[in-house]
């Protein structure tokens, strides 16, 4: 069974004709190519996934595709500005925070989130709001150096 939705992905208006039983990232990356968007474990446990849905960093894997209508989406190709990166882009890039870059993209969002919210954040608290998203190559010190440093830009 289908079902039409609409919503604004990085600030396109968009109508989609959907399975009702997708998640909203299988609508991202198989119908729309938003690539940045990994499927990982699919089952909301690492992060991988993370898009912003009105704002809030949440893992689009276990999100229904048809809650999406309506929502403000964003991915990481939304972030950039051309060829200008977003400050968290570049500070993520200038601490050396990608390395294999497979949970680059949901950390960002979650990061982007931290950054727009206008709040300060400690290190404990950046280790804690990252803490659903999981890496296997940095060991998170440099994440952490790379979301305090856009945080203060």
Known sequence: MTQRIEFTLNGKKLTVDINIKE?????LRDRLHMTSVKQGCGVGECGA??????????????YPGPRAHGKEIRTTEGLADGEDLS??????????AVQCGFC??????TATELKESGKSYSREEIRREISGHLCRCTGYHKIVDAVEKGLKE
């Open 49 to 62: 996934c993370a898009v912003l849905i009105d704002g809030v960093s949440m893992n689009s894997c276990i």
């Open 87 to 96: 400050v968290m882009q570049r500070s993520f890039i200038e601490a050396g």
């Open 23 to 27: 998640s909203l990232l299988e609508v």
């Open 104 to 109: 680059t993209p949901g950390l960002l969002m």
